[in-house]
């Protein structure tokens, strides 16, 4: 099977990446092997909240040479600082494309209200997420902090005490109790946010939903729900603060995260109406080379019939998706064999303190500066790898996980398209 550019992975790098080949007419093929990891997320994405040392960022952009001389190989360090700047733009306009209403600035780091109350720094946000500006308290004096009843994946308790401690704001906490969740709720598996999105969404049950918030919080001065609202779009929610005449807002819950599908739904939509090829449930399994090219892919559910491209690009996520594993001899890449970032000792690949920044966060493979992947030490010459898989960073500590994966993607589609297809 032929194509212009096969992508491994359907989460934020792979579809990204894909999205924007497609957007300049390349045949793309995207190969996903399960759930999206941004199933997980919170629909926020974040640039770079915290620099290695520990010292926070107030604005990215203007913290890049400081990163570039703390971790040279981060993926922003490889890119260059201008790149960097110039995809953060054109990453904001690729999501606005997809129908995505986001929030924040790469010039600033905003500060995103989280399910525990406290606030975290963040880079974009979804609209119905409540945020502030890093320096500014929140807006509002008085908060309806409101759970659904039997709804086990959110604690308005511990957001309210937060909230309460550290801004200062009057919140009433509630429960809300809807006859038409009686269903999902008389079976806890299906009592999820998914399934509930599914019910509040419909048009007929805006008003007794409306009803029960008027009762619980009338006199607040806005209104934070559980992210149990708008699977596909904002409509419910702006229908919901017209009849209450006040901001209604929405916090992640636990996985499955409403807030994130639907940033993969948006994605993977916008990407097959540009004519991708998306082959969902299927794994890579092994490669062909010649030299330093890779020659065909082969996957799980196609056997022996390869996939071929001028130009694959490597999105499988990290340990999380079996985009990379270990074993007692150390940590692999196991579709192409390439090179890691890794430690020898396994003692070494993690801190005894939970909370401490792991070192094993950083593996992942190595490529060079346009992110072509490194195998036996040289860079191969149509094999890119994007997003969780690369090493050099560490997401979490340093708060970069989903800008690595957007502006990774595309910068890669940029030296793909340079390059005519082909290389």
Avoid at 356 to 371: E, H, I, N, W
Avoid at 411 to 423: F, L, M, N, S
Wanted: proline share 7%; charged share 15%; glycine share 10%.
């Amino acid at each position: 099977m032929q194509f212009d550019v096969v992508v491994i992975g359907g989460g934020l790098a792979g579809l990204s990446c894909a999205l924007r080949l497609s957007e300049q007419g390349r045949r793309c093929a995207v190969v996903s092997n399960g759930q999206s990891a941004l199933y997980f997320a919170s629909g926020s994405l974040d640039l770079l909240a915290q620099l290695p040392d520990g010292t926070p960022v107030a604005a990215p952009l203007d913290a890049l040479p400081a990163l570039a001389q703390q971790a040279p190989q981060h993926p922003y360090s490889l890119m260059g600082a201008s790149q960097v700047a110039a995809l953060a733009n054109e990453a904001q306009q690729l999501l606005q494309r997809c129908g995505l209403a986001m929030q924040g600035d790469s010039r600033m780091n905003h500060l995103r209200v989280t399910p525990l109350g406290t606030r975290r720094a963040t880079w974009l946000s979804p609209q119905a997420v409540p945020t502030t500006p890093l320096d500014a308290p929140l807006p509002w004096r008085s908060i309806a902090l409101l759970g659904i009843e039997g709804f086990l994946d959110f604690q308005p308790q511990l957001a309210a005490s937060s909230l309460q401690r550290q801004q200062g704001v009057d919140v009433l906490v509630g429960y809300l109790h809807l006859p038409a969740l009686d269903r999902l709720r008389n079976n806890p598996s299906e009592f999820r946010a998914v399934n509930i999105a599914r019910v509040l969404d419909m048009p007929e049950q805006h008003a007794a939903l409306a009803e029960e918030i008027r009762r619980l919080a009338d006199e607040a001065e806005a209104v934070f729900l559980p992210a149990c609202l708008g699977l596909e779009d904002d409509r419910a929610l702006q229908a919901l603060q017209q009849r209450l005449g006040k901001p209604v807002m929405l916090l992640p819950t636990l996985p499955p995260s409403v807030l994130g599908m639907r940033l993969h739904q948006a994605l993977r939509q916008r990407l097959v109406q540009l004519g991708g090829v998306l082959m969902p449930g299927d794994r890579a399994l092994r490669a062909e080379f010649d030299g330093g090219r890779v020659t065909a892919l082969y996957t799980r559910n196609h056997g022996d019939i390869p996939l071929r491209a001028p130009q694959l690009v490597l999105a499988g996520g990290s340990f999380f998706s079996n985009g990379l594993s270990s074993d007692i001899n150390g940590i692999r890449e196991p579709v192409f064999g390439l090179d890691v970032y890794d430690r020898a000792e396994r003692a070494d690949w993690c801190q005894r303190d939970l909370f401490a920044p792991q070192p094993y966060l950083q593996f992942g493979v190595r490529t060079d500066a346009q992110l072509r992947a490194v195998r036996q030490g040289q860079a191969l010459d149509n094999l890119y790898a994007i997003g969780a898989v690369t090493g050099g960073y560490d997401p979490l500590q340093q708060g970069c996980g989903a800008g690595v994966s957007l502006l990774g993607a595309l910068h890669v589609a940029r030296h793909i398209v340079e390059q005519g297809g082909d290389a």
